[in-house]
């Protein structure tokens, strides 16, 4: 169902576009980085995952990948089709991070190939441990991302309002920055860099943390959900 999607196709095609466009222009990287006269590898990672390109073409990208599985399992007859509430719910939480690890790799993926054109690949060698470490957060950022998505869109009955919440979530970390009101970090979970290494512990387990919690609330708000169907059927 995934690879066959038009929007996964779509998808891929917009990122490796944006991604195209610094093949031309490499300077154009230092737009969406921190700090000042970024080095390339930075500049290179930062053009999928700093706050801009995150917030602005990467998490709503993201948010149209999620919709043929999201769609899939909002289907009332595919609910019933698993039988057991776990069983269905179980099969969503493992699409979920299947769905994460295949749109972070892609990601991870078209910033090896520029750095590849640009000869830039042992600098990746060379920060393997932050790239790595960067890669799994990302990962899991992601999949809380989809979860909170899902759990938003069953409490309103509405997509757009499940997306619009797990997007304030996330751009709340940028306009507490601009305004001076107290971070939660959610934001930094997918905008990792160099220097957050000495909270990457503490931000992973928070993260983890926050996938479990809305994992066992989906799972609630499931059994809720079928008992109101079940009752409007009789």
């Not at 997509?159 to 619009?164: D, E, H, N, T």
Request: proline fraction near 3%; charged fraction near 15%; hydrophobic fraction near 55%.
């Amino acid at each position: 169902m995934r690879f066959h999607a038009k929007e996964t196709k779509i998808i891929a095609i917009l990122l490796l576009l944006y991604s195209v466009i610094a093949y031309f222009n490499p300077n154009i990287l230092a737009l969406t980085a921190w700090g000042e006269n970024p080095r390339f590898y930075l500049a290179n990672y930062a053009g999928f995952f700093f706050w801009f390109a995150t917030l602005f073409i990467v998490l709503p990208l993201y948010s149209v990948y999620l919709q043929p599985n999201f769609n899939y399992f909002q289907n009332i007859n595919v609910f019933y089709r698993y039988g057991r509430l776990k069983k269905y719910w179980h099969t969503r939480l493992r699409i979920t991070l299947l769905e994460s690890v295949l749109f972070v790799s892609y990601l991870y993926l078209l910033i090896l190939l520029r750095a590849g054109y640009f000869h830039q690949i042992s600098r990746y060698i060379d920060n393997i441990n932050f790239f790595l470490k960067s890669y799994l957060l990302q990962i899991l950022a992601f999949c809380l991302f989809a979860l909170l998505y899902t759990f938003f869109t069953d409490i309103f009955n509405k997509s757009i309002l499940g997306f619009a919440c797990a997007y304030f979530i996330f751009v709340y970390d940028y306009i507490a920055v601009n305004t001076g009101l107290p971070k939660i970090n959610m934001l930094c979970a997918i905008s990792f860099r160099p220097e957050d290494l000495p909270i990457y512990w503490p931000l992973f387990i928070m993260i983890a943390a926050l996938i479990i919690l809305f994992a066992v609330l989906g799972m609630a708000l499931l059994k809720r959900r079928d008992n109101y169907w079940k009752a409007d059927l009789k």
